[in-house]
């Protein structure tokens, strides 16, 4: 079974970029990338997901290596609400593979 | 629309005790899935419900583990005795479709305790 690996934790500034890392390199050519939050209390919510492209939404933007052995959530302007642990996950049609999780401070 | 709710959301029992975590998903969502991440691991899948049928069962940790949804709609998941490595969260999550592509809502999950 295909794994990720992140790092534990990870410190941004209110109002700054994060990347936040994952590594895949065992992943096969159907497993779709997602990434999920879970905010205090609660389950995890939906940020992001894409197979080779690089990806942008509301939320996020998902950088993809062109090996696909890696990837990065991108959070243009991290908010103290962004303050959660960000899984990065493998999944392949109804397959799931959870990381460890980053759990993310934000830092006023 | 409502989203997918679970209860109770903590619960503490004592080993060898019986405990039913309940999962609404939303409705219209034909399936529905368990999870757990037990203290220091990773989330774990441990089944999936399509409508009333079991597609996927392979993450039932044994059979002190029970799910059903009978009528396709709310699903229980009993432990049958409890015993001290159960405890952790336990999280439901319901998609209209199969295939994590399509997205998936969690509920907030039940966390439990066996003392």
């Known amino acids: 079974d295909a794994k990720t690996t992140q790092p534990n934790s990870m410190e941004s500034n209110e109002e700054e970029p994060v990347h936040l890392p994952c590594n895949h390199s065992?992943?096969?050519?159907?497993?779709?990338i997602h990434w999920y939050r879970q905010l205090p209390s609660q389950g995890p919510e939906y940020v992001i997901h894409g197979l080779t492209s690089n990806v942008n939404n509301r939320m996020a933007s998902l950088a993809i290596a062109e090996d696909r052995k890696s990837s990065t959530l991108i959070l243009h302007r991290a908010t103290l609400r962004d303050a959660a642990v960000y899984y990065c996950?493998?999944?392949?049609?109804?397959?799931?593979?959870f990381g460890p999780g980053t759990s993310l401070s934000v830092i006023p | 629309e409502a989203g997918v709710t679970q209860f109770p959301s903590h619960s503490v029992i004592e080993k060898g005790q019986t405990v039913t975590l309940r999962c609404d998903p939303i409705s219209g969502h034909d399936n529905l899935y368990w999870y757990r991440r037990v203290m220091g691991k990773e989330i774990k899948f441990l089944l999936h419900?399509?409508?009333?049928?079991?597609?996927?069962e392979s993450g039932m940790p044994n059979n002190r583990f029970l799910a059903e949804r009978t009528g396709g709609t709310y699903s229980t998941l009993k432990v049958q005795p409890a015993e001290l490595e159960d405890s952790g969260v336990y999280f439901c999550?319901?998609?209209?479709?199969?295939?994590?592509?399509?997205?998936?809502?969690f509920g907030s999950g039940t966390r439990l305790t066996v003392v």
């Open positions: 065992t992943i096969s050519g159907t497993d779709y």
């Open positions: 996950i493998l999944t392949s049609y109804d397959k799931v593979i």
């Open positions: 419900f399509v409508k009333e049928s079991k597609q996927d």
């Open positions: 999550a319901s998609s209209r479709w199969t295939g994590w592509n399509y997205g998936y809502t």
